[in-house]
């Protein structure tokens, strides 16, 4: 393949659209997520997000990146006046309707309305699941974190609550997304159907690699 460079002062003077789709696509494949919100008006709101992380087992902590506050954030301002919020996993089925959740709606419109998916409330969990997604994540607010270089925050909640499909949890905990009709994000607007490859054995110097079922 031939390659090209691009220096720092290169990349600043691109166009703001390229230069955003360029870098955004350099960190591969993203899980999709779905992050479903409401107010204490019980204002709903979904939005998209393709930068959710794992940051801890014990306890359980997931984190993802606000952009930042230039303009309204209705999933921010609702996750900070409310303290809960949901992760849905984006599949297969539904990966065109929740790419339209980033569409610019406003406030008193719901994402759930506005793109054909369903509001779902459970155990008395406070923030709204879609109905339509298999993985979904109940988490609380734990901390902000301001990131100055940017102006971004970093998100980090706590898991209150999991809803699974029983038949891709294996027996050790590894969950098998691919099973789940699960998609990931590469850039802002491509989605990519997950392929496992092989799953691997815990690697150790002195045991060679061995495959392990999925």
């Keep these: 393949m031939k390659e090209i460079s691009f220096s720092r002062e290169e990349i600043e003077a ?35 997000i393709s930068s959710v992380v794992h940051l801890g087992s014990n306890p359980a902590l997931f984190g993802f990146i ?8 209705h999933t921010f301002e609702n996750i900070v006046e409310t303290e809960f919020y949901t992760i849905n996993h984006v599949h297969k089925g539904i990966y065109r309707a929740a790419h339209q959740t980033s569409a610019r709606f406003e406030r008193e419109e719901s994402e759930f309305e506005k793109v054909g998916l369903t509001e779902e409330y459970k155990n008395h969990f406070f923030a709204p699941y879609v109905q339509e997604s298999y993985v979904k994540l109940g988490l609380r607010l734990e901390e ?24 891709i949890i294996k027996t050790d905990g590894f969950v098998n997304l691919s099973a789940s009709d699960a998609v990931t994000i590469t850039g802002l607007d ?17 045991q060679p690699l061995t495959n392990m079922e999925v």
Excluded at 20 to 41: H, R, V
Excluded at 66 to 73: A, G, L, N
């Design 14 to 48: 691109l166009d703001n659209r390229y230069r955003a789709q360029l870098i955004n696509s350099l960190s591969g494949a993203k899980s999709a997520n779905l992050i479903g919100t409401q107010n204490k008006e019980k204002q709903t709101n979904l939005a998209i």
């Design 66 to 73: 606000q952009r930042p506050i230039t303009v309204e954030r």
């Design 144 to 167: 902000i974190v301001d990131l100055k270089i940017n102006g971004t925050k970093l998100i980090i909640g706590s898991v209150q609550e999991m809803y699974i499909p029983e038949e």
């Design 190 to 206: 491509t989605y990519n159907s997950l392929t496992v490859l092989e799953r691997l054995s815990y690697a150790k110097t002195d």
